[in-house]
Structures are given as structure tokens and as C-alpha cells.
């Protein structure tokens, strides 16, 4: 079974500072890994995916993801946060060696950034 | 970039009528699905969709759902006899073979 853990229901950083989105998965095979952002009325936007590869996945907007196999991770980071981030921020997994496309979700963390 | 369209954005219905919501997915996928987000809960898979047939499909969905590709763009999610807990944000989703997965903007059921 593949599962995602988002611990945190809710972050806050002020505007400036470095932000992380913390995300664990747990897959029998290899992960293919996403984080996906939500704004108010609008549908599933993904900065950052992760297949194989570097552990440090570069995504848009200056959001960028560090993948840890052995701590089984892919948390969000932003080197300086802006008001315009917050929104609601999941994180997904596929199990690539299951022939499922299916992707699993985690429960969402709210990302509130303050100027 | 292109996107996947989703019509209508906001359906309310009577408990026990019909909905179809639709979906036209990026024109060169192959793989299409459907997934809920009911209000402040996680989204969730409902079903894959691949060479005109369901190729997975979850415990939600049940035999009130149903998904057909009509033609060469659409890609409908029929629920039958619609009940209050059916109340959520449906999104479709496309992707090809090895790719990302895009989301529309979603439709909201409101199920009163």
C-alpha cells in the first residue's frame, strides 16, 4: 500500500523567511513524488514533481523539494517565503513498481505567510 | 500551457437526481481520472481510465458512479441517484505514460 504523512494541519512563517513543508511516504517500490498547491477556488497546480534522480528537486516559483530515501521524504522548501505562497500545499505519491497510476494524498498543510 | 477543462465549475442538485460532471482532459494523454475532495478533507482517488476502459478504480466508487469517454475530448463521471455525502469538489485529472499529472480546476457538487 503507499500512504503520505503531512504532519503539520497548518505552518507559519513570516515574509522573507525560509519555509518548509515537511511530507514522509511510505511505497513497497520506487516513489514518483509531487507536491501540488491549492489556492482558494482553483484546481491542483503542481510546482514540483519527483521521479529519480538528484535529491534536490527544482521547481517553479522558487520552491524546490529535498528528496531523502533513507529518511523516506520529500519536504517542500522555499528560501524566502512570500505573502503571495500561501495557500494549501499536498503532498502525493505513486508507487512506480505497482503498475497502479493512482496517486495517494496527503491531508493538505496550510502554508500562512505573514508580512 | 495546456489544461485540463472542467464544466461546470459549481453544480448544485437535488438528493437523489442525477449529475453528470465533465471534463475535457490535454489533448495528447492517454491516462484520465477522477478524484474528490470533500470540504477540508484530503483529495482522493476515485478512478483511472486508459484505452476506452476503468483500468482502477477505488472503494468509493461504487456502482453509483460511472465514467465514459464519449468521444475523442470528453471524459464524463456520471453518480446516480446523488446523495448528501456525495457533496465535494471533483476534479479530473490527465497524464501521459511517464508524466506529471494535470488537474483541472475541479467542479463543485453541492447535494442538497
Known amino acids: 500500500a503507499q500512504s503520505v504523512a503531512q504532519p503539520e494541519d497548518q505552518v507559519n512563517v513570516a515574509e522573507g523567511n525560509p519555509l518548509t513543508v515537511k511530507c514522509t511516504y511510505s511505497v513497497s517500490g520506487n516513489p514518483y513524488l509531487f507536491w501540488y498547491v491549492q489556492y482558494p477556488n482553483r484546481g491542483l497546480q503542481f510546482p514540483l514533481k519527483?521521479?529519480?534522480?538528484?535529491?534536490l528537486v527544482k521547481g517553479s516559483y522558487g520552491f524546490e523539494a529535498e528528496f531523502n530515501k533513507s529518511q523516506t521524504s520529500f519536504h517542500l522548501k522555499k528560501p524566502s517565503a512570500l505573502v503571495s505562497d500561501s495557500a494549501l500545499y499536498f503532498c502525493?505519491?505513486?508507487?512506480?513498481?505497482?503498475?497502479?497510476?493512482?496517486?495517494?494524498f496527503g491531508s493538505g498543510t496550510r502554508l500562512q505567510v505573514q508580512p | 500551457e495546456p489544461e485540463v477543462t472542467q464544466t461546470p465549475s459549481h453544480q448544485v442538485t437535488q438528493m437523489g437526481q442525477e449529475v453528470i460532471l465533465r471534463c475535457v482532459p490535454i489533448s495528447n494523454h492517454l491516462y484520465f481520472y477522477w478524484y474528490r475532495q470533500i470540504l477540508g478533507q484530503k483529495v482522493e482517488f476515485l478512478v483511472s481510465?486508459?484505452?476506452?476502459?476503468?483500468?482502477?478504480k477505488s472503494e468509493i466508487f461504487d456502482d453509483q458512479f460511472s465514467v465514459e469517454r464519449p468521444d475523442g475530448s470528453n471524459f464524463t463521471l456520471k453518480i446516480r441517484s446523488t446523495k448528501l455525502e456525495d457533496s465535494a469538489m471533483y476534479f479530473c485529472?490527465?497524464?501521459?505514460?511517464?508524466?506529471?499529472?494535470?488537474f483541472g480546476s475541479g467542479t463543485r457538487l453541492t447535494v442538497v
Open positions: 485529472a490527465s497524464n501521459t505514460q511517464g508524466g506529471g499529472y494535470t
Open positions: 519527483y521521479i529519480t534522480g538528484d535529491n
Open positions: 502525493a505519491v505513486r508507487d512506480m513498481d505497482t503498475g497502479r497510476r493512482a496517486l495517494t
Open positions: 481510465f486508459y484505452n476506452n476502459e476503468i483500468s482502477e
